[in-house]
């Protein structure tokens, strides 16, 4: 469908990924999915999504390291970044932030919270 936003699911958790998938997709997103930090970095190279839901605790490449490597690489389409994640220290969402997520999003997560920071973010 033209002008479909795509979202890519980068987290290591296959039920989170699922329904996040269905959640985004009820609401008009394409969605593709990535395992760890290493996948859903290279993803980011070859499909230029507008979101990325991004998990923290990943196997091989953590969702901080993503993120900076995504930022350091400045790319000429930056998607808008929510962290998705159970780390709930101030210092972890401040990091986030710093480090260049638009948005952080505490699971567990609902649709109504999800739609809420994709508004907040300019995707929806």
């Not at 329904?19 to 394409?30: A, P, V, Y």
């Not at 930090?37 to 991004?54: E, F, I, N």
């Not at 998990?55 to 091989?60: G, K």
């Amino acid at each position: 469908m033209p002008g479909q936003k795509v979202c890519l699911v980068v987290d290591d958790s296959a039920v989170i990924r699922k329904l996040s998938r269905r959640m985004l997709e009820k609401n008009g997103f394409r969605v593709e999915e990535a395992a760890d930090g290493q996948l859903g970095l290279d993803a980011c190279r070859s499909m230029q999504p507008d979101v990325v839901l991004l998990d923290w605790n990943m196997p091989v490449m953590d969702g901080i390291t993503m993120l900076r490597k995504l930022v350091a690489e400045a790319p000429t389409h930056m998607p808008q970044v929510l962290f998705c994640t159970s780390e709930s220290e101030m210092s972890r969402i401040c990091d986030a932030l710093e480090a260049g997520a638009s948005e952080y999003i505490m699971k567990p997560f609902d649709e109504e919270i999800l739609l809420s920071k994709l508004t907040q973010v300019g995707v929806m």
